[in-house]
Every structure is written in C-alpha cells, then in structure tokens.
C-alpha cells in the first residue's frame, strides 16, 4: 500500500488556478520533495493534503484513508511543519513541547525517544522562550512538536528557508535518520541543492507538475549538451549570447552563463559542463 495518492487534484482561488489536475504516489518510507519557485502551488497543495483546504476537483488518500472522509482519522496520523514558525512565541521550547505533545493526548516522556536526537540539540534551553531562539534552534523546535505524536507521514512545507547553511546540512541528516525509522516524508523546497538529497522529486510550476522521477533521473533527461560560458560584464554577456542564432537558451548561473544551442556540429569555444536538477528544470519552464 502506498502512504499517499493523488488523483488529479485542483483548487483556484478567485478563478485563478492553484493547482492544476495534480497526481502522484508516495512510497512508505520515502522521501519525496516537491520543487518549484515561490507561488508554484506547494503550500496549496501541501494544506489541501494536512486537511486544512478542500480540493476542488480530484480525490486524495492517505494510506486507505479517505482525505474527505476520514479527515478526523489523518490528522492523528500525520506531522506538519509549516514554512513559517508557528509555535507559540510566549512559551517556553519545554512549554511548546508538551502542549503539542498534550493536544495528541500523549507525554513528552511516553514518546521522547522519537525526538531525542533532534531536541538534544536545544534542551540546554528549554526554559528560553521560543521567540527568542535562532533560525536553526526554531526549525529543530518545530521538528520535534511536529513528531511529538508519533505520525506515520511527515508533511514540510519549506523547512529551510531563511536557515543558515550549517543548520540547513544539520536538517537534512535529521530527516535521513528520521527515514532509517521507517517514516514517510514529503518535502517542499525552493533550493535545488536540496532536491538531490531525496529519494524522488516532482518539479512544479504554475500549479503543474513538469516532471516526476529520481533526481540523478531528471539529470540524464537533459536532452542537449550544455555549456559555460564566463564573462566580466554579465548583462552585456547575455545580450551577446541572446543575440546569437545558434544559442538555443541561455541564462546566468552564478558568476557564468548556461547555454545550449539549436546546431552542435558549429565550432564553438564553449566549456562543456554536467548539468544540474537546476538546468533541467529551466528547461522545462522554457
């Protein structure tokens, strides 16, 4: 039995369209992220899949749980750590802990075997008020809440954003450990550093998904060669490559320009590079 299916959902707001005939399986045990830019759809999507929105159109299940009908039973099931921090900011990490803990009708001492290596981290300040944590200290907070009821499934909705790098490295090997356990997490993120880190990624955008598959996957689907090229001025580095009918796309990457081309059988001076999750999904957005 998967641990969730999605049959063509949509949802629209004010005719505008959110989501658009989505579907996708998720394997027990998996992680599985959802990529794609600011306002693609992920936050809809992932608050339609913690019961907190109705689909429009479509059905949703988790496990052989009904999303409609057994709404009651899913939310027992599942942890959800929204992108921004909504833990109680006037209470304590220790407070925070067992009120989440109290509202599952569980203890802090029945289940801290299944947070202790994540809340270690920041019980040498469990009396210091949860506002007044670090970026990293708040993410390992919100963690810890999220899995205080031991759920099945584990829903992050960009986990790291505004996270420092170190934090963001020390995040990722909690959630690989957390997934040695046998849990099921699915994932939103803009970075694409991270899309490697899981075991199956769907690239969304404008509310579709572009592509589903393995990361090192989507790499080979790359269907053309692609090249660096680097320069000391970059807006008139891409006039000139933009200008240029043989340069099929080109856009900047850090300090140099990727480009792929219509003919690669013209002589060309260009550095042949390996291309990245990032590459193939601008790609497929041109």
Same mark, same amino acid.
């Given at each position: ?31 599985? $992220? ?5 306002? +693609?759809?992920?936050?809809? #999507? ?5 019961? *907190?929105? &109705?689909? /429009? ?77 670090? $970026? ?5 907070? +919100?963690?810890?809440?999220? #899995? ?5 499934? *584990?829903? &992050?909705? /960009? ?128």
């Amino acid at each position: 039995m998967k641990a969730l299916t999605i049959n063509n959902i949509s949802k629209s707001y004010n005719k505008k369209t959110a989501l658009k005939n989505i579907s996708f399986e998720v394997d027990k045990g998996e992680i599985f $992220g959802i990529i794609g830019p600011d306002g +693609a759809g992920k936050t809809t #999507l992932f608050r339609i899949l913690t019961t *907190l929105l &109705l689909p /429009e159109t479509g059905k949703v299940n988790i496990g052989d749980l009904d999303l409609v009908k057994d709404y009651k039973k899913i939310r027992k099931i599942f942890g959800y750590m929204p992108g921004r921090f909504s833990l109680y900011h006037d209470l304590t990490v220790e407070e925070n802990l067992e009120f989440f803990a109290s509202v599952f009708s569980t203890t802090v001492e029945e289940n801290y075997d299944l947070v202790k290596d994540i809340y270690s981290h920041i019980e040498p300040f469990k009396k210091r008020k949860a506002g007044a944590l670090s $970026g990293g200290m708040k993410q390992k907070l +919100a963690l810890s809440c999220a #899995l205080i009821h031991k759920p099945q499934i *584990l829903f &992050l909705d /960009e986990p790291t954003t505004g996270v420092d790098p170190v934090s963001r490295k020390e995040f990722w090997q909690m959630l690989k450990n957390l997934q040695k356990q046998g849990l099921t997490i699915i994932v939103s993120t803009p970075y694409m550093d991270e899309a490697i880190l899981c075991d199956r990624i769907g690239l969304i955008n404008n509310g579709e998904f572009l592509d589903i598959d393995k990361p090192e996957n989507l790499i080979k689907k790359f269907p053309k060669k692609l090249y660096a090229v680097e320069g000391d001025n970059m807006p008139k580095l891409l006039k000139e490559l933009r200008g240029n009918e043989n340069v099929y796309t080109c856009y900047s990457f850090g300090d140099s320009c990727h480009i792929t081309l219509n003919d690669e059988t013209i002589e060309n001076n260009y550095k042949e590079i390996t291309p990245t999750i990032e590459d193939y999904f601008i790609l497929l957005l041109k």
